[in-house]
């Protein structure tokens, strides 16, 4: 039971990759009509890139722990 912080590292870590590419992937979709195509892009870009930072970094924390 002392290693309790490494599941909850790995469960942070995968759900955001899964977020973080799913953003990705969502941006490459048609918009729909009535919004700003090029906002939403770069909305869902930045998510994205955001969400695959954050998985960086829990890897990074799964490393050195």
Same mark, same amino acid.
């Given at each position: %039971?002392?290693?309790?912080?490494?599941? =909850?590292?790995?469960?942070? *870590?995968? =759900?955001?990759?899964? %977020?973080?590419? !799913? !953003?990705? =992937? %969502? !941006?490459?979709? &048609?918009? &729909?009509?009535?919004?700003? &195509?090029?906002?939403?892009? =770069?909305?869902?870009? $930045?998510?994205? *890139?955001?969400?695959?930072?954050? $998985?960086?970094?829990?890897?990074?924390?799964?490393?050195?722990?």
């Amino acid at each position: %039971m002392s290693n309790w912080h490494e599941p =909850i590292l790995f469960t942070f *870590a995968l =759900i955001t990759f899964v %977020m973080g590419l !799913s !953003s990705i =992937i %969502m !941006s490459l979709f &048609p918009q &729909p009509a009535g919004t700003n &195509p090029l906002q939403t892009k =770069i909305e869902y870009g $930045f998510f994205g *890139a955001s969400g695959l930072v954050l $998985f960086i970094v829990f890897v990074y924390a799964l490393c050195t722990a």
